[in-house]
């Protein structure tokens, strides 16, 4: 089992920042990718950002220039630096990591629970 545990969600002013953490843990060999994907209310779960090992980034057109992810592959953990947000950022932030457990073991893909991110305006 591979667990994901988000945090650093909260309430915050449209204008300001927030920064998302995302560790990983269990049976892992390797990840390959991980993302942020969010989920308002009433809408479908859409890609943020992702990045792989390798730390070649996407990003969707909506966050261009405003966030910013990054990992850490010795700790298993992925950020995500939100900065000028906005009321519409406003949504349930997930994690996502897809990889492999052990050498020549089965592949993975695991979600965290969300954490809560409101932008008053």
């Known amino acids: 089992q591979v667990q994901l545990v988000e945090s650093g969600g909260g309430l915050v002013q449209a204008g300001g920042s927030l920064r998302l953490s995302c560790a990983a843990s269990?049976?892992?060999?390797?990840?390959?990718?991980m993302g942020w994907y969010r989920q308002a209310p009433g809408k479908q779960r859409e890609l943020v950002a992702s990045?792989?090992?390798?730390?070649?980034?996407n990003y969707a057109d909506f966050v261009m220039g405003r966030f910013t992810i990054s990992r850490d592959n010795a700790r298993n953990t992925m950020y995500l630096q939100m900065n000028s947000l906005k009321s519409e950022d406003t949504a349930v932030y997930y994690c996502?990591?897809?990889?492999?457990?052990?050498?020549?073991?089965?592949?993975?893909?695991?979600w965290g629970q969300g954490t809560q991110v409101t932008v008053s305006s």
């Open positions: 996502n990591a897809a990889g492999r457990r052990g050498i020549g073991g089965p592949l993975f893909n695991s």
């Open positions: 990045i792989t090992k390798g730390d070649y980034t």
């Open positions: 269990g049976s892992i060999f390797s990840i390959n990718v």
